[in-house]
């Protein structure tokens, strides 16, 4: 794929909700690339290679600050957020907010001014209670979603004991997901984020902390891991665990930065009661460092790529791996749930009925609802588990979609059948909420492609 005229590296990223399903990709490390935004729009098929292109043109369509390390989040309303950056390689800080589609100026933000250089690749996300929550460093607050100005602070997070000021985002790194959301949704929302670093001697951290924003008085929960990790990858599984792998125990996110790597992969299960949750795996043999990444496969497996490009110590890795995650050890491919959608209709809005034909005579205990990840740097855009409300009449089943869009931004989600045994289907790409944001109509100009809402 070509079509790129300024450069991605260390830009941000989201699918959008339109109907192409389109790759949004903002942000750069310098000169034009900073106010990059660059659309591709997917064309391949199983064993079919894409052979579209990235479209850009920044001197029409252009970030209005330059930022180096920024964050992207879909808002509920279809406006897409960016959060943060630098003004080129290890420049001076981009600490505002701004909207794409471009709806006024860029907001300045003292909070990201004060925790600069340590907030870059702050982690967001929209909260049931239509509150943005942003953790960035050892910090995190919830911001009011029509002004973007704070509503409300939340307690800091917690480091370790010996080095209080240690972070979660870059250059620390950890890394953050969203833990399940089941029907009927009255739980609150609780937000994950594992591992860090912090300064002076740069031992990476050894646990994770939780915290529901939406709960009557939010407090952290922390939990120790088998080991420490900064720059570490965590993956979202269709059985509502996540795995945790690849990154260091020493250093902080950059080339070079960081040795010992941590070979060994993590599951952690929110299912099992606090202190229980996590689960020593496999061990690889390969070091995964800076710019590694993890990506959840269509057919449940994750594939693990990545390293640091220029630590001398830990050569360039050109190699990817594949890990079972441990409900494969319960599959049997001749009964693996297999499903259809009816009618092949892709498009859904709250709290519609996905009807799907169970095609191998199989019954499900679960679906789940993943949604489409743009991830790098520790950082999952776009990633939810949702596990909804659904029912089966034969082999003719009825999903509910999400309520509204607080519960589930619009976007694209894999949907997994999975039986008793937790062994997922393969998936199928559902949307759910539409583009409320008219994405798909965006933007103006022959050089780009408009797929429609």
Not at 260 to 282: C, E, F, H, Q, S
Request: net charge negative; glycine share 10%; charged share 15%.
């Amino acid at each position: 794929m070509t079509g790129i005229k300024t450069d991605v590296f260390c830009s941000a990223g989201l699918i959008l909700p339109d109907v192409g399903a389109r790759q949004i990709n903002v942000g750069g490390w310098s000169a034009d690339s900073l106010y990059g935004v660059r659309f591709y729009t997917p064309d391949g098929a199983p064993g079919v290679n894409s052979t579209n292109m990235w479209e850009e043109d920044v001197t029409s369509v252009g970030l209005q600050a330059p930022r180096w390390y920024p964050s992207a989040m879909m808002m509920a309303n279809g406006s897409i957020l960016i959060v943060g950056g630098e003004d080129g390689s290890n420049g001076v800080p981009t600490p505002s907010l701004e909207l794409l589609p471009r709806a006024g100026p860029a907001l300045y933000c003292e909070w990201l001014k004060e925790s600069d250089p340590n907030n870059l690749y702050p982690y967001l996300t929209v909260l049931p209670s239509s509150g943005i929550f942003v953790a960035y460093w050892n910090q995190a607050r919830i911001l009011d979603p029509i002004t973007l100005e704070t509503r409300k602070m939340l307690p800091q997070i917690p480091g370790s004991v010996t080095e209080p000021l240690s972070g979660r985002t870059y250059p620390f790194e950890g890394t953050s997901v969203l833990l399940p959301q089941s029907a009927p949704y009255s739980d609150p929302l609780t937000i994950l984020i594992c591992g860090g670093s912090g300064p002076g001697i740069a031992t990476a951290l050894d646990n994770c902390v939780s915290i529901a924003p939406d709960a009557p008085n939010p407090t952290w929960t922390l939990e120790r891991m088998p080991s420490k990790r900064v720059m570490s990858c965590m993956v979202a599984l269709p059985d509502g665990t996540f795995l945790i792998l690849n990154g260091a125990e020493q250093g902080v996110a950059g080339f070079g930065l960081a040795n010992t790597p941590n070979l060994n992969a993590v599951l952690y299960d929110p299912a099992k009661p606090l202190g229980a949750r996590m689960t020593i795996m496999a061990n690889t043999t390969i070091a995964r460092l800076y710019h590694s990444e993890a990506v959840l496969m269509d057919d449940g497996r994750v594939l693990v790529s990545g390293s640091d490009p220029q630590d001398p110590q830990f050569p360039e890795e050109m190699r990817v791996e594949v890990f079972n995650p441990p409900y494969y050890l319960n599959m049997n491919k001749a009964t693996r749930l297999a499903f259809t959608l009816n009618n092949g209709i892709e498009s859904y809005g709250y709290g519609d009925t996905i009807t799907i034909t169970i095609t191998n005579g199989g019954v499900p205990a679960r679906v789940t609802l993943l949604g489409a990840v743009a991830s790098t740097h520790g950082n999952s855009m776009g990633q939810r588990t949702i596990f909804p409300e659904f029912s089966c009449s034969g082999a003719t089943c009825t999903v509910t979609t999400p309520p509204n869009a607080n519960v589930s931004p619009p976007g694209w989600f894999q949907m997994f059948v999975l039986d008793a045994q937790g062994v997922p289907s393969v998936a199928r790409w559902v949307r759910i909420g539409g583009d409320p944001g008219g994405l798909g109509e965006w933007p103006e100009g022959a050089e780009f492609t408009r797929p429609g809402s």
